[in-house]
């Protein structure tokens, strides 16, 4: 599928997602134009900064992307990542940091071809001028998220994600994913790497899913995020 797409590209061009103007998978105006920086907490009280709104032209880009092959996308979506890098170290501070990139579940990245989230930050990363590093995985599997409620999301994640140690105890990692959607999964990857000595110095999406139906314990969620 990822082979299919590209050459498709290449023999038709690209347009716009959004506005459909020949040019850019996604243009500058549109990308700018879904910007909404914004702070949420995870279960556990950690601070998540997110570029923009998991919502309308943010969706189908991501769906696009993680679901159907567009590595066009990665692009606009790592600048997102990027807005949102520079908001949680603002100053350009924490020198030394390392991008640290929630994985794809084992799964999903056989089906897909390729691990989405690594690619948007290393997309990121060379915005920022950071090392992205491939320090977690997943020890065990995992179910797809998609449809879980909340507490559904935190058990089926729970002591499953295994990080690297650092070169250096303290070393400061910025952890980064594509899409927030209850915290859980954020709040697995900062547990993993404080607990072989990383020092966890901000989490950054690209997106976050409305709070009021991610965070609703009784309810299943109504957005998918795809196969984390």
């Known amino acids: 599928m990822l082979v299919t797409n590209a050459l498709w590209d290449l023999a038709v061009g690209r347009r716009c997602l959004a506005c459909d103007q020949a ?3 996604w243009c500058d105006r549109c990308l700018r134009s879904v910007v909404d920086l914004h702070e949420r907490r995870t279960p556990f009280g950690h601070g998540v900064v997110a570029a923009a709104r998991y919502a309308g032209q943010v969706r189908t880009a991501v769906v696009a992307y993680k679901e159907h092959g567009h590595l066009a996308l990665a692009a606009p979506l790592g600048r997102l990542l990027a807005a949102a890098l520079a908001e949680a170290r603002p100053g350009g501070g924490l020198a030394g940091a390392a991008i640290v ?3 794809s579940s084992t799964a999903a990245t056989r089906l897909r071809g390729n691990d989405h989230a690594r690619r948007i930050a290393r997309q990121a990363g060379v915005r920022s001028g950071m090392t992205t590093l491939t320090a977690l995985r997943w020890g065990r ?6 449809g879980l409620t909340a507490s559904e999301r935190r058990h089926n994640v729970a002591g499953a994600m295994v990080a690297s140690a650092p070169r250096k105890p303290g070393s400061a990692a910025l952890v980064v994913d594509d899409i927030m959607t209850t915290g859980a999964t954020v709040d697995e990857a900062f547990q993993a790497l404080t607990s072989v000595g990383w020092r966890v110095a901000g989490v950054s999406v690209v997106a976050a899913v409305d709070a009021r139906r991610a965070l609703a314990p009784h309810l299943p969620l109504r957005y998918r995020e795809g196969k984390n």
């Open 101 to 103: 990139p929630v994985p």
């Open 23 to 25: 040019g850019p998978a």
């Open 141 to 146: 599997p995992i179910t797809d998220q998609a």
